[in-house]
């Protein structure tokens, strides 16, 4: 198994240009988790789904950032337009049912620098 | 959102010593685990503990769920540089599928 494969590793934007961080969770997982981690505020929880069905997206910062998930293979995440506060490292992670119980499986996850 | 308490925030030890680190909540978790983040990578499951007073060893590293269920601790015996890392704990409860984590402990090892 391959893992969540996140892409792309690195990204480095200007203030205001759109982002999209991609994500490809395992195989046969039902969960799907965007992380986003700081120095100041840690991990934090930014959206999760269920069987692709966006479950809770009270993390969302603003109304800046969105998620899709179209099918079960596939999730992105959009910032548009971008700020320098958004830069962090974006995680993306998957879990089967009851993975709470059991933990999440992360990627290696995007490093986001807005200029 | 909430995250739970990770004692100390850092550490700097020598290779081969023992290490200890915990983590502590307001409320009460069925279920602890710990992960640990190497450098440019995303966090990785270390343990998982599922009841109170369990003791589970992976290796050099040993986890603990705290009796009162509010607690949970780490040790690493005699460290060596792959060490190096942030370590997370996490908590959650059944039924829920969010993971509560900790503000993390980061080691680093002195040559």
Redesign the interface.
Same mark, same amino acid.
């Given at each position: 198994d391959a893992g969540v494969i996140q892409s792309p590793r690195h990204e480095v934007t200007e203030m205001g240009q759109e982002v999209t961080l991609r994500c490809k969770p395992i195989s046969g997982h039902d969960y799907l988790f965007w992380y986003r981690q700081t120095m100041m505020r840690g991990l934090e929880l930014l959206i999760y789904f269920n069987n692709n069905v966006p479950i809770d997206d009270s993390g969302m910062p603003e109304d800046r950032f969105s998620a899709k998930m179209p099918n079960a293979s596939f999730s992105t995440l959009k910032i548009q337009p971008s700020e320098p506060r958004d830069s962090a490292v974006y995680f993306c992670a998957s879990s089967l049912a009851s993975g709470g119980r059991y933990g999440y499986t992360f990627g290696s996850g995007t490093r986001l620098t807005v200029v | 959102?909430q995250?739970l308490n990770q004692s100390p925030q850092s550490m700097f030890i020598q290779e081969g010593e023992d290490v200890s680190m915990n983590c502590t909540s307001s409320s009460i978790f069925n $279920?602890w #685990?710990w &992960?640990k983040q190497d450098p440019?990578? %995303?966090?990785? #499951?270390l343990i =998982?503990l &599922?009841k109170a007073g369990e003791l589970t060893s992976n290796g050099r590293l040993t986890a603990q769920f705290g009796i009162t269920r509010k607690d949970s601790f780490l040790n690493i015996s005699a460290s060596i540089p792959s060490d190096v890392g942030i370590y !997370?704990c =996490?908590g $959650?409860?059944? %039924?829920?599928?969010? #993971?509560t !984590? %900790? $503000?993390?402990t980061r080691l680093t090892i002195i040559p």
């Open positions: - | 959102g995250q $279920t #685990l &992960y440019g990578e %995303g966090p990785v #499951l =998982a &599922y !997370f =996490a $959650t409860n059944f %039924g829920n599928e969010k #993971l !984590f %900790g $503000t993390g």
